[in-house]
């Protein structure tokens, strides 16, 4: 199990080995059951997201790429690839999910998010806005 101090590191050794720089965290809120590091490049700021996620098997610590401007209910997933190897690399056993796979459609029948209720109630249009609970 992941704690702040290490997601932490994690982002810091991420922004070196990628050419980034570390800018700031965002620790989770009232409004979103994340945290948020930001990572400056040349092109663009992004927000290494990190969260936990229940399920049947236990919990499952899981890590998102977004675009760095987030508000409740406006989250952009983006890619960056060397940025997620990265991750991997660092933080082993994560589930670690591309662009494609968190902007992917969902069935809110199945399986029972951990937010099950607030997803049945906000109606998210796909996974990563479950996974990162971050309703429109």
Not at 6 to 11: G, H, L, V
Request: include cysteine; proline fraction near 4%; hydrophobic fraction near 40%.
């Amino acid at each position: 199990m992941t704690d702040q101090k290490e997601f932490r590191r994690a982002c810091y050794e991420a922004a070196r080995r990628t050419r980034g720089q570390v800018t700031r965290f965002v620790p989770s809120e009232v409004a979103r059951n994340f945290e948020t590091g930001e990572i400056a490049f040349d092109h663009r700021t992004v927000a290494v997201l990190w969260t936990q996620d229940g399920d049947e098997g236990g919990s499952r610590e899981i890590l998102g790429i977004a675009d760095a401007f987030i508000t409740f209910g406006t989250i952009t997933f983006v890619d960056e690839p060397g940025l997620l190897a990265v991750l991997g690399e660092l933080l082993p056993g994560h589930r670690l999910y591309s662009r494609a796979e968190l902007e992917a459609p969902i069935d809110l029948t199945a399986p029972r998010w951990r937010n099950h209720y607030d997803a049945q109630y906000w109606k998210p249009d796909c996974l990563g806005k479950v996974l990162f609970s971050c309703w429109d």
